[in-house]
């Protein structure tokens, strides 16, 4: 069955510091992957997805993530990171029946 | 257009009392799902649709009902509330496998 695990429930960072959020996954096949950012109190937002291709995809925002399949990992970077970023960010996996990680939340310190 | 639209945004419900929650599509896509949140387990598939007449469950599809008659419609039921559905509800609608999301609905049972 396929599943995500998102290793860190909270990070926290500084301003301006960069950022790796950890997502690993399983899937019986080659994965859709997929990160989505919820603010406080709306609904998700897609950040990013890799379907097949180049490994490394860009996102909204500044945001990449690099998928490895030796690793089953697809983890999440962005360089920089703003005020504007603090929120709850979810990896998933799959297709019509898309599972979910339980999910990073991310504080940003000034 | 409007996207994926739910309704209730708030309810709360006595223990035992039945209801619907609507979601609503108008992008014409055929596949659907309804999550729950819960806090520090991510969203939990409920119940997901590929298509008008056919329905499948997902990770956490007891107590709960749903049909979908249409393509743009996906109502799901709660037939007989539990404080344990206490949730935030999540309608997605899929293209090409990306998930565009409700604004959700806050489901309190009492």
């Known amino acids: 069955a396929q599943s995500v695990t998102q290793p860190d429930i909270h990070i926290t960072v500084s301003e301006g510091a960069s950022l790796e959020l950890r997502c690993n996954y399983s899937?019986?096949?080659?994965?859709?992957l997929f990160w989505y950012v919820q603010s406080p109190g709306q609904g998700l937002q897609l950040l990013l997805k890799?379907?097949?291709?180049?490994?490394l995809v860009q996102g909204i925002k500044g945001f990449e993530a690099e998928f490895k399949r030796s690793q089953s990992s697809f983890n999440l970077r962005k360089p920089s990171v703003h005020w504007s970023d603090a929120a709850e960010y979810f990896c998933?996996?799959?297709?019509?029946?898309?599972?979910f990680g339980a999910g990073t939340r991310l504080t940003v310190k000034p | 257009n409007a996207g994926v639209t739910q309704t209730p945004k708030f309810q709360v419900l006595k223990t035992g009392q039945s209801m619907t929650l609507q979601c609503a599509q108008d992008m014409n896509h055929e596949y659907m799902s309804w999550y729950r949140q819960d806090p520090g387990m991510g969203l939990r598939l409920i119940h997901y649709s590929v298509g008008a007449g056919i329905t499948d469950q997902g990770e956490v599809p007891n107590g709960y009902n749903v049909s979908r008659s249409t393509t743009e419609d996906f109502p799901l039921r709660l037939l007989s509330a539990a404080p344990s559905q206490t949730s935030v509800y999540f309608c997605?609608?899929?293209?090409?496998?990306?998930?565009?999301f409700g604004q959700g609905t806050r489901l309190t049972v009492v």
């Open positions: 997605a609608s899929i293209r090409g496998s990306e998930a565009f």
């Open positions: 890799y379907f097949s291709g180049d490994t």
């Open positions: 899937y019986g096949a080659t994965p859709y």
């Open positions: 998933a996996v799959g297709n019509n029946d898309m599972r």
